[in-house]
């Protein structure tokens, strides 16, 4: 790379593989924030009560494993400005 870009002598750091990792983690937290949104702004105090959200259709379709992933991210300190804030 450092050759076709005429830059001798240069470190790159970071690679394609930490990038996807963190991507995939980042698009899983969205996942569960969305999920949970209804419960963060107070509506209901179980996401799966709320009659339209997904949290219920997920928590009965995705394969278990899967749904404990995307539960198990930590959402209370994510900061994403919506309209209601």
């Given at each position: 790379m450092n050759q076709l870009d005429g830059m001798a002598g240069r470190k790159v750091w970071c690679s394609y593989l930490d990038k996807e990792s963190h991507l995939r983690k980042v698009?899983?937290?969205?996942a569960e924030l969305r999920?949970?949104?209804?419960?963060k702004h107070r509506g209901?105090?179980?996401a799966r009560?709320?009659?339209w959200c997904s949290a219920e259709w997920f928590?009965?379709?995705a394969?278990?494993?899967f749904y404990r992933t995307i539960s198990s991210?930590?959402?209370?300190?994510?900061?994403v400005c919506d309209d209601f804030d």
């Open positions: 698009v899983l937290c969205e999920s949970q949104h209804p419960v209901v105090t179980d009560a709320y009659r928590f009965r379709e394969d278990e494993p991210f930590k959402i209370d300190r994510v900061n």
